[in-house]
């Protein structure tokens, strides 16, 4: 499976580079990854969730680092989930700040059965990584996670309100909103 994002964060390419290379730092925003150990200049370890409460592991190399420009990395020895990917960073037209492009691919554990399960619970491969990035971009923009005051943080906000991409209404829904099959209200 390989995922593509891009999003642009209001700050020099610079300093969105320093952030994101704080890897241990990553598991703030990115709610699947429970950990991010640096065990090296250009290795770490990662631990991330998976459906029926249970964990991935898997360490990684960099094997392109260009400060400010270029990140790219892949998983090394026996990993749970093997992958690879890397960011770049862009000045985006205008001094607007950085354009992150993120490319991830990795091997779906259980292939196509894998997918579907990760699916249903609300586990969105696509909406994840857009979310990872729109909770970096608030971060490095203002410092925190920007949330209401009723809304959950971490992987409570996870759990209670689990993402997906947009979608047209069930048949069911559709009837508890008091809309009629042909969109009109009732």
């Keep these: ?15 969105v580079y320093a952030r994101w290379r704080r890897f241990d730092e990553l598991p703030t925003f990115m709610a ?8 090296g200049d250009r290795t770490s370890h990662w631990v991330a969730s998976a459906p029926f409460g249970r964990s991935v592991k898997w360490d990684a190399e960099i094997s392109e680092d260009e400060p400010g420009t270029l990140l790219r990395w892949h998983s090394v020895g026996e990993a749970d989930v093997k992958n690879a990917g890397s960011v770049r ?11 992150l492009f993120v490319t991830i691919g990795y091997e779906v554990p259980a292939g196509a059965l894998g997918k579907a399960v990760a699916r249903y619970f609300g586990e969105e491969p696509h909406q994840q990584l857009d979310d990872d990035l729109r909770r970096f971009k608030q971060v490095v923009e203002t410092g925190e996670v920007v949330r209401s005051d ?3 943080g971490g992987k409570r906000a996870r759990s209670e309100f689990p993402q997906r991409p947009a979608q047209p209404m069930t048949a069911e829904e559709l ?6 099959a042909t969109g009109g209200a009732r």
């Design 1 to 15: 499976m390989e995922l593509t994002a891009t999003t642009t964060v209001r700050r020099p390419p610079e300093e």
């Design 32 to 39: 699947h990854l429970d950990s991010v150990t640096v065990t």
């Design 89 to 99: 960073f862009t000045a985006a037209p205008g001094g607007r700040g950085t354009e």
């Design 150 to 152: 009723g809304a959950p």
């Design 175 to 180: 009837a508890e909103a008091g809309v009629a």
